[in-house]
C-alpha cells in the first residue's frame, strides 16, 4: 500500500528483482520484465525504486499507465470480494 511499510511488498519486491537478475543471464526468462515489477512493487518503498519507475514512465508512458491501472483494478475486485465475504460471514 502506498506510503507504508510493507514486509510482503518488500520481500515481493527483491524476489522478482532476483529473477530479473537471473534473466537477465539465462536465455529463458525476460529479465527486464521481472526487473520493471520488481521496481514497480518496491516503488512506494523505496527513494530509488521510485526514481527509477520515474525513468520507466518517461520511457515507456503508456505501459506504467496501463499497469497502474491493472493494479488500481485488482485492489477494487479484492477489496469487494473482501466485501461480499464479510456480508456471508455473521
Known amino acids: ?8 511488498r518488500k520481500v515481493l519486491g527483491f524476489l ?11 536465455p529463458i526468462l525476460q529479465g527486464i520484465l521481472f ?4 521496481l514497480f512493487v518496491l516503488r512506494d518503498q523505496y527513494g530509488w525504486a521510485r526514481d527509477a519507475m520515474a525513468k520507466l514512465r518517461a520511457r515507456f508512458p503508456r505501459q506504467v499507465d496501463g499497469i497502474e491501472a491493472m493494479e488500481a483494478r485488482m485492489i ?5 470480494q ?3 465475504l464479510r456480508k456471508l460471514l455473521p
Do not use: I, T, Y
Not at 522478482?16 to 539465462?26: I, M
Not at 477494487?76 to 469487494?80: D, N, T
Open 76 to 80: 477494487g475486485w479484492f477489496q469487494r
Open 35 to 38: 526487473l520493471a515489477l520488481g
Open 1 to 8: 500500500m502506498p506510503g507504508r511499510p510493507s514486509l510482503a
Open 82 to 84: 473482501g466485501d461480499r
Open 16 to 26: 522478482l528483482l532476483g529473477v530479473g537478475v537471473l534473466g537477465l543471464v539465462l
